[in-house]
């Protein structure tokens, strides 16, 4: 029986061996000690008897073993040598009553390499055993600023307190994401029934994931089951059975496919990037009325966002009063926006703008169950494919704000009021910065967080003896304060100098004709396995600054001066040397950022007076959105 079970193994061991042979890969086994780095920069730990997952034990600890085994841990010794009636033996002994003795292994980057039992291990793997026990030492490298080794220490981390092993992730941050998607506090331990719940779990979903082709995916199963636990909450995917399981990772695909992409996000900078042929849009069947709707988290009389995006859809309905019916739905929390969109979806909706990156989970959920309904997020650098995203470049309006705070203040001391340190507030607050630096090389910003943790900003700004304020961006209906825009404080008094402006309507009316004129779908021919991001500036009109009388004529001309320049490409706000808090960003005077080097700043101009506040810092109810879109972690 031995026999002819080696016999079969050894036929797949030669199979592997010569397919890594055909295609120039190492045909046998690794060996741990050819890859270790230098003595002296690793150390080891033991950590006793552990369950090692099979699919992780991928080599041999010494060179001696190797030959004897492909890669894939199935024999290539020929079937009349000792080593075959070894394996042999090995092979009716598991069939008669399984193979119980632990094996000896060391552990490197989380995969596990054989000392004893090389033998046992082929024997298993060929029979598709799970795991296997064994006493494990540990090789931790010393810390490095390579992607790899961070993920790694990131894993250790998350094994302190797990006890898990099993998953792995391609992408920093992901273990404490997990950490933190099952409900767990950094550092906190799970009890033995937490993790036996989680590993039936992540068995369940990696099996399906696999037998739909995941394994043909660059990336690993843990990133595929992290994407679905950001759309499905851990208590929901626990309660689903194995066939419903299935069916969200079939209808998720996209989402695992997004993953593998480095250029995850395709910017679309400017209305008319991307054309339809004249001949198609001639010939372009009539479109469907479009029944939109807007979710809102707050109302428009209590927030100055959502007031911006109320505006918006009045415009809509302003503009194609026959074309368009609109509907707003007020006060929705992360917890209510599942429903809400259904309620949408239901009334027959084909358009809905959900208006902040707190409900992107939501967003996607119902994009996935209803294909047929365009789904579009208001949020900056989110990566999923089954909805759109957009925002507006309001940084270029900030500049000019900034430039207006450095004319103006005489005593060289301005105030920046930011809520949250999310993609694309730390340029505006750069941007500002930079902005009043040109005007002013001896204007200092000092940066205040209103969404902080025990901070009252306007105390702290009455205490720096600031002279001008940038504060919210816009007035709020039910709120009579003139605390708005930037102002130039006189006294207690605020006196406004100007105010940037959100033309969410402007966006909106965009999309709307993108629909009719049947140029939406071409926005996608170039992205097929890309996110799609809309990030319209001053050109297009979405963001605008409106100057007060307040202003000097100068200081009015010069904003217009710059305000032209921006709109039509001569001039970028983040173009030439820059400098940071830490030292130099840009050293080429004719270089500018990137629209990704923009989005993704995490750093401070080196006028700045401040820091970026990590998630820990910040009051509870600016968490969520912080969590979705922050751009410095805990």
């Known amino acids: 029986m031995g026999a002819a079970e080696y016999e079969k193994a050894y036929k797949l061991g030669k199979k592997e061996y010569q397919h890594r042979m055909m295609k120039g890969l190492p045909p046998t086994l690794k060996v741990l000690d050819d890859i270790l780095p230098a003595k002296g920069s690793f150390k080891e730990v033991p950590l006793g008897v552990v369950q090692i997952p099979m699919k992780q034990i991928v080599g041999t600890k010494t060179g001696g073993r190797s030959s004897a085994f492909a890669a894939n841990f199935m024999p290539i010794l020929r079937e009349n040598t000792e080593f075959a009636h070894k394996w042999s033996y090995l092979s009716t002994a598991h069939e008669n009553e399984g193979i119980r003795d632990p094996i000896k292994a060391y552990e ?12 046992r291990v082929s024997v298993m793997k060929y029979y598709g055993v799970v795991s296997v026990p064994g006493s494990v030492t540990r090789i931790i490298p010393k810390r490095t600023d390579e992607k790899e080794n961070k993920i790694y220490y990131e894993f250790l981390d998350f094994y302190e307190a797990s006890k898990i092993n099993y998953i792995w992730f391609s992408k920093e941050g992901s273990f404490k994401k997990l950490q933190k998607a099952v409900g767990k506090e950094p550092g906190e331990v799970w009890n033995e029934e937490e993790k036996l719940n989680f590993s039936s779990l992540y068995s369940r979903f990696e099996m399906e994931y696999e037998d739909k082709g995941g394994e043909k995916l660059s990336i690993t199963a843990g990133d595929a089951f992290l994407a679905l636990l950001t759309l499905y909450d851990y208590g929901t995917l626990q309660e689903m059975t194995t066939s419903e399981l299935r069916t969200r990772i079939s209808k998720s695909w996209e989402e ?9 996000i395709d910017l679309k900078m400017n209305p008319d990037s991307e054309k339809k042929p004249l001949l198609g849009r001639l010939f372009s069947p009539g479109t469907q009325k479009q029944k939109i709707a807007f979710l809102y988290e707050k109302t428009p009389g209590t927030s100055a966002w959502t007031y911006a995006h109320e505006l918006g859809r009045l415009h809509l309905e302003e503009r194609f009063p026959e074309e368009v019916q609109t509907m707003a739905y007020s006060g929705i929390t992360k917890e209510t926006a599942d429903e809400a969109l259904k309620d949408a979806i239901s009334k027959g909706c084909n358009l809905i703008f959900t208006t902040t990156p707190a409900f992107i989970q939501a967003s996607v959920k119902a994009a996935i169950d209803a294909p047929e309904v365009r789904i579009v997020n208001c949020s900056l650098n989110i990566s999923h494919r089954y909805i759109r995203t957009y925002y507006a470049r309001m940084y270029e309006a900030k500049f000019l704000m900034g430039a207006v705070a450095g004319a103006m203040a005489e005593n060289d001391r301005l105030a920046y009021i930011a809520d949250y340190p999310i993609f694309g507030e730390i340029a505006n607050i750069n941007a500002f910065a930079l902005g009043a630096k040109m005007i002013n090389p001896r204007a200092k910003v000092y940066l205040e967080w209103s969404t ?6 306007y105390d702290r700004i009455r205490d720096i003896w600031v002279d001008c304020v940038s504060g919210k961006d816009m007035v709020i209906p039910e709120e009579s304060s003139r605390y708005f825009g930037l102002y130039r404080l006189d006294g207690d008094y605020p006196r406004n100098l100007a105010m940037p402006l959100w033309h969410w309507g402007r966006f909106y009316e965009q999309m709307i004709r993108k629909i009719m004129d049947g140029t939406w779908k ?3 021919k170039n992205s097929s396995v890309k996110a799609i991001n809309y990030w319209w500036g001053m050109s297009s009109g979405v963001v605008d600054i409106i100057c007060s009388q307040n ?5 009015k001309k010069l904003t217009e001066v710059l305000r032209h320049a921006i709109s039509t490409g001569e001039f970028h706000p983040f173009s030439g040397i820059l400098y940071s808090q830490a030292g130099q960003i840009q050293d080429e005077s004719w270089k500018s950022l990137s629209a990704e080097e923009i989005i993704n700043m995490d750093w401070l101009a080196d006028n700045i007076i401040g820091t970026i506040p990590t998630e820990d810092e910040l009051i509870d109810s600016a968490k969520t959105v912080v969590w979705e879109q922050g751009v410095r972690k805990n």
């Open 452 to 457: 902080r943790k025990g901070c009252n900003v």
């Open 256 to 264: 695992f496919e997004l993953l593998e992409e480095d250029q995850k």
């Open 108 to 119: 490197y980057m989380n995969q596990f390499y054989v000392e004893e039992g090389n033998k």
């Open 522 to 524: 071409y926005d996608d």
């Open 551 to 555: 202003l000097p004529l100068e200081t």
